[in-house]
């Protein structure tokens, strides 16, 4: 078994490239589908928010508001980074549990792979890198608001990203390009 970490930056492409490493076999775990579990009522996710921020951050049937929670983390570093040190090792925790029991490449696809601390873990670290303007747009059309995306994109640890990336992937181009790029390193990571 080898470990991946998928990461890069919002609306870089993650996903996409997720997506295409999906369709040939391979086991990619999402770290926000890791974290909408945690965030379940009554798992740990949701009691650590619970304990953080209170009870106006769980729901009326105490799932964590993840809207109130972006909000909240987005505009105060201090509090994005009391969220992180709570469930980020929740995350690595079962992200672990779960690769143990794979076989062949086993993908985690995390935005924030750097900035949890997780790079150790992982044999190889793939970012998916594109054009912050490009980015921009492309988190817009998603029904982001222009601030929001410059503001989740200037938050994000570019720096820190490419420090630990062992294949940067581009995708500022066609689809077809993409996927000409996740095929050859497809190719690379099973030899």
């Known amino acids: 078994m080898s470990r991946i970490g ?12 997720a997506d295409m490493l999906r369709a040939v076999g391979i086991n990619v775990i999402d770290s926000d589908g890791l974290v909408a579990e945690l965030y379940a009522p009554g798992q740990a996710g949701a009691l650590e928010i619970q304990r953080l921020f209170g009870d106006s951050m769980l729901n009326a049937d105490g799932r964590v508001d993840h809207r109130a929670v972006a909000q909240l983390v987005f505009a105060d570093e201090a509090a994005r980074e009391r969220l992180e040190q709570a469930v980020h090792p929740l995350v690595r925790q079962e992200f672990a549990r779960r690769a143990e029991n794979a076989e062949g490449l086993v993908v985690l696809e995390a935005p924030v792979l750097a900035e949890a601390g997780f790079a150790d873990d992982f044999d190889v670290v793939i970012s998916v890198e594109a054009d912050p303007e490009l980015r921009v747009r492309r988190a817009v059309s998603r029904g982001m608001t222009e601030l929001d995306a410059r503001g989740r994109i200037a938050a994000q640890n570019e720096v820190a990203r490419l420090a630990i990336t062992t294949h940067v992937i581009r995708n500022d181009g066609s689809l077809a390009e993409l996927q000409d790029q996740v095929s050859t390193l497809i190719e690379q990571l099973r030899d």
């Open 6 to 17: 998928l990461t890069g930056g919002l609306a870089a492409g993650k996903s996409t490239v």
